[in-house]
Nanobody
Framework: QVQLAESGGDSVQAGGSLRLSCAASGGYSGSIVYMGWFRQAPGKEREVVAV????????AYTDSVKGRFTISQDNAKTTVYLQMNSLNPEDTALYFC??????????????????WGQGTQVTVSS
């Protein structure tokens, strides 16, 4: 099994920055191929924010966060980060870390991921 634990959520003003962390643990954590950050605002569906191919560090982002958010990982490949800059109220959501051990496409799809964290709240006020 794989356990994912997010941290770093907070309340900030528009224009501010936050860095979210996601620590992966468990016996199968070494099998993870892709990790991603998703978010869900009240009354809305969960959506992708950014994904990373762990082995190469290749990344992809949803259009609304390009140039503002950066997904990265530590050298040990046990923790994934989401650096969020120039935050705006539309970024307010519960942010989730997700992981999958399976290669392939469709990485922006929620159902592509097998493991999920509990989420960390990000609130941006205007």
């Amino acid at each position: 099994q794989v356990q994912l634990a997010e941290s770093g959520g907070d309340s900030v003003q528009a224009g501010g920055s936050l860095r979210l962390s996601c620590a992966a643990s468990g016996g199968y954590s070494g099998s993870i191929v892709y990790m991603g950050w998703f978010r869900q605002a009240p009354g809305k569906e969960r959506e992708v924010v950014a994904v990373m191919y762990r082995r190469s560090g290749t990344t992809a982002y949803t259009d609304s966060v390009k140039g503002r958010f950066t997904i990265s990982q530590d050298n040990a490949k046990t923790t994934v980060y989401l650096q969020m800059n120039s935050l705006n109220p539309e970024d307010t959501a519960l942010y989730f870390c997700a992981a999958t051990p399976y290669p392939g496409g469709g990485l922006f799809r929620v159902d592509r991921y097998n493991y999920w964290g509990q989420g960390t709240q990000v609130t941006v006020s205007s």
